[in-house]
């Protein structure tokens, strides 16, 4: 018996596969680490209640999905703006790390007057993770050399730099903890009245919005997204792709830093060692998600703040390893990337033999029976 | 401590740090070489080591472990062989995807066996030759003296180097990685030949885990890899698709891993005659300190890498002709 399976290029992506993706990807991603959840004996259903549903409960709890959402919306526009110029910033972990420092440096040691005070902070921190994507961004630009290995190979130097610092020069506070002191009150971002999300919040927003505008309404978008689709043509229509890689990777290193600063100023009050848990790395399946709008790209942050909030309770509640977390965002990842295949392609499998000779074969399974 | 005590503990763990980057090197410069980048070695070599820790415990065997270690990595592989060639996935995204996936499920699992004991593998010498080769000066108990998967690390350079210049196999999956359509023309299968690689890579990259875990630290810690899984990927570059020449970039390499954890013996501050004392002995203090020696195999890296592409000559192919691009029969 012949089963034959082929493999068709589609023409058009039908909507509903395009919307659908990104929820089958998570829908699929939460279905496997069941797995995950019944191997170290836990109710996968009284987990998910824990994790998607218990965060909703109060405005305090839907607040802090809020806070999480902040850094996390920042850091996935760092990564979306490379990605549609078809740079992968893998590395942002490490443009975060650098404006949590300088920003963190600056609120510490530097005085000024009450009103300049966050928006010379803010400055400082943009600058910090633009500066630290730069080297990349033009390795990348002038000499193609890979933006994925060196980012991340600069997240690993700035993580030593900033277990140096807590430890040596910035440490601070009482009983000599690997962390710096408080900020001081006139750096902290004001909360949002009646919550504890903070006006970090408001500036991602914004900066959402700006993106969107300068993506779809302005020639620079045009160009990111020309590079982006298709680089060599861009070249010949004249465009410079070495001037748009530089600009989004270090537009994106930016935003990084500003993810940074929004999570120490607005919710932690100090850097210390571990105050950044892999944000750098979830804005890969944030952007992956949003890869085709940046609101859509905004929800996907929505989604990882939710997981974070609720990945810390089974943690507390039910003793889960955090690292489910990292589970679900790859394996978010791994569905999203299957799915476009789905996207691209029609499959159809026909048991029997059939040939018109008009699909591509793509392989042909022959069993004995 | 005396200088030359130093250079030899020096040497030696250089050798021994040197193994996990050869053997997961190897493995990616073999898919590389058929047209398939892997950027998941990272996520390879954890879940290597800790089912490599698992099986040990579980059997009282770390050659079982090590066996075990290295078919975990291949199987992880699979995934990123069926995303990339099958479905014609974007590699890099994939690889990163495997990376990240590795390293979540070796973290969710892995704290169980942080305390586990176990016997690794013990340092020992090559049979019947072992105790002369032992006898010679410094290169002696540098080289010949260590745990078995150095020697097997040391032998697979040999051995991927004849697999890709001396045999038929070797030669097929080098034609799919410059030029797929002619290979296929040639009647070479190609998806098969793709597979074929990167599920060797994968064995190799678990055989890393393995090696780290079992023999080279001895114990199974979070992230025990610690960004070595990048620096072979950067390693393959480096080496321009050599096994030879990876060789010595892994040596390399390791020497900088190594020279954080034995400084700590060493005192180079100026003694307080010298003018440039004051001057120099802080900057000295600085480059010592051990959060800032972690990051010189990370520079040494970048700078390697950059060099190694910026002084390229124009002429020069070394790079696989169809890396990161799919393959599909009939071009769409």
Known sequence: ??????????????????????????????????????????????????????????????????????????????????????????????????????????????????????????????????????IPAWLRAKWGISEIITTLLFTFIAADIQLYLVRGPMQGGSGGFPQTELLPAAAEFPAIPGTRAHVGLLVALLIVVLVYVSMNRTRFGFRVNFVGS??????????????????????????????????????????HASFAPGYGYTAVPIALLGRNGVFRMLLAALFFALLFVGGNRVTVAME???AIIDIVQALVILFLITAEFFQRYRLSVSIGRRDDGRSIRGSEVTTDD | MTDASFLIGLA???????????????????????????LGVEGMILVGALSGVVATVMTGSYWIGFAVGSICGLLTATIHAFLCISLKADQAISGIMLTLLGTGVTTYFGQQWASAQFTGFPDRTLPVIGGLLVEIPLL????????????????????????????NLGLEMISVGEDPETADTMGIDVFRMRYLAVLIGGLLAGAAGAHLSLAFNGIWTNNIAAGQGWIAVALVIFARWRPG??????????LFNSLRLRSQSLDLALGPESPL?????????????????????????????????????DDDSAQPAALVQAYSREAD
């Open chain 1, 1 to 134: 018996m012949l089963v034959d399976i082929e493999i068709d290029a589609r023409e058009q992506t039908p909507s509903w596969i395009a919307y659908g993706t990104p929820l089958f990807a998570i829908a699929a991603a939460l279905a496997v680490s069941v797995v995950a959840l019944v191997a170290i004996g836990v109710n996968p259903i009284a987990a998910y209640v824990e994790m998607f549903l218990r965060p909703f409960g109060t405005v305090a709890t839907i607040s802090n999905v809020l806070v999480r959402a902040t850094p996390l919306i920042l850091v996935g526009l760092g990564v979306y703006l490379p990605m549609k110029a078809g740079l992968w910033n893998i590395g942002a972990e490490g443009q975060l790390l650098a404006g949590a420092i300088v920003g963190t440096w600056i609120a510490i040691n530097v005085t000024l007057p009450q009103l300049l005070v966050i928006p010379v902070i803010l400055l400082g921190s943009a600058i910090a993770g633009g500066l630290w994507a730069f």
């Open chain 1, 230 to 271: 298709n680089a060599d043509a861009a070249e010949q229509a004249g465009m410079s792709r070495y001037r748009v890689y530089l600009l989004t990777l270090v537009a994106g290193g930016a935003l990084a830093g500003l993810a940074g600063i929004s999570e120490i100023a607005g919710n932690q009050s100090r850097l």
């Open chain 1, 320 to 322: 889960v390893p955090s």
């Open chain 2, 12 to 38: 030696d763990a250089t050798v021994s740090a040197s193994t996990v980057l050869i053997l997961a090197g190897l493995g990616e410069l073999i898919s590389e070489r058929a047209g398939i980048l892997n």
């Open chain 2, 140 to 167: 002696g108990p540098t080289v010949f003296e260590g745990p078995a998967t150095d020697f097997i690390a040391l032998g697979l350079v040999v051995a991927v180097w004849w697999l890709l210049t001396r045999t």
């Open chain 2, 245 to 254: 020449r990876l060789l010595v970039g892994a040596y390399l390499f390791a």
């Open chain 2, 277 to 313: 004392a004051g001057l120099l002995n802080p900057v000295i203090e600085f480059l010592l300190n051990p959060a800032i020696m972690s990051m010189y195999p990370y520079i040494v890296t970048l700078v390697v890498l950059v060099a190694t592409i910026v002084l390229r000559r």
